[in-house]
């Protein structure tokens, strides 16, 4: 069957029995909850996560969301059962590396449980600071085949949890991406990439794996890591501090990554300006 004339019915759904079978004793995903539909799974996480009886390592998973949200408060919007979409609850036990090495370690999650799907994408997958995953041969032309959010809350002071919002585009055909305005990177789907359908079970699964493993990982290893896959580094960059509408404020070259996740751009001057992923965006520039 042509990639075009997969119907969402004929898309393998979540396999709910196996997900709690493969990852019933796992750090992660030991618990899902699981709806069809959601507005997002965002708000349901942090609902849940302020339960003290809620485990570090929850899931909230659904084959949908109609207000789905990125950083900035962007949309995320995919065709229902196409895209895998799950928040991840971090509590104490899960908390060991610095708040700021979160989205490194959920984007290297998400880099390794695709290219764990098959040998040919363990080349063709890339990070883009500060929190995007892209897809393609040539890393700086790949397309944004997944999202980051995190968002965390803290009592007097301490780290009380974390959410790991993670968005991937699974099984979406060319013509149900969303279309993006330059110069933001083209979407891609790992169906696209491959030229096949993919089953999201055994992707969560891939992901929750590797996630429970990375957590587990010394700050520089960490690091050391992220920084090898971040394909915007040596890329001549836009940043943008008063939105994407707007005229860049800084174009330079992206020159190098600090241990607490910070990009450092060099002006065409030689002055090298540091910016934390709250306080920008940034697009690739013409030089």
């Known amino acids: 069957m042509s990639q075009s004339r997969v119907s969402q019915s004929t898309l393998p759904p979540l396999d709910l029995a196996k997900l709690r079978q493969v990852l019933g004793q796992s750090p992660i995903g030991h618990t899902i909850h699981y709806q069809a539909s959601v507005p997002s799974t965002m708000p349901i996480a942090h609902e849940l996560a302020r339960q003290p009886a809620t485990a570090s390592g929850t899931l909230v998973v659904t084959d949908e969301q109609t207000a789905g949200r990125g950083r900035g408060e962007r949309r995320w919007e995919t ?17 060991r590396l610095p708040p700021a090495q979160l989205p490194m370690v959920a984007g290297l999650a998400v880099l390794e449980a695709i290219a764990g ?5 363990a080349s063709q997958v890339w990070l883009k600071w500060p929190n995007d995953v892209l897809l393609g041969a040539e890393g700086a032309q790949a397309g944004k085949v997944a999202g980051i959010l995190i968002e965390t809350a803290f009592q007097q002071g301490e780290l009380h949890y974390a959410v790991l919002g993670m968005g991937i585009n699974v099984n979406q055909a060319r013509h149900e991406l969303p279309p993006v305005a330059p110069p933001t990177p083209e979407p891609a789907s790992i169906r ?8 999201r079970t055994d992707l969560l699964i891939g992901l929750c794996q590797v ?8 700050p520089a290893a960490v690091f050391q ?4 896959r971040l394909v915007t580094l040596g890329q001549t960059v836009g ?7 707007q005229e860049p404020t800084l174009v330079g070259q992206a020159v190098g990554v600090t241990p607490q996740g910070e990009l450092v751009v060099m002006d065409w001057t030689g002055q090298r300006h540091t910016f934390s992923a709250g306080d920008v965006s940034i697009r690739r520039a013409e030089k």
């Open 239 to 245: 940043v943008y501090t008063r939105g994407l509408d």
């Open 79 to 95: 065709p229902p059962g196409t895209a895998l979409l799950v928040s991840v609850i971090l509590k104490e036990a899960h908390l």
């Open 225 to 228: 890591a992220w920084q090898e």
């Open 192 to 199: 696209l990439a491959l030229g096949r359908v993919v089953d």
């Open 117 to 121: 799907l098959d040998p040919r994408l």
């Open 211 to 218: 996630l429970a493993a990375r957590l587990m990982d010394e």
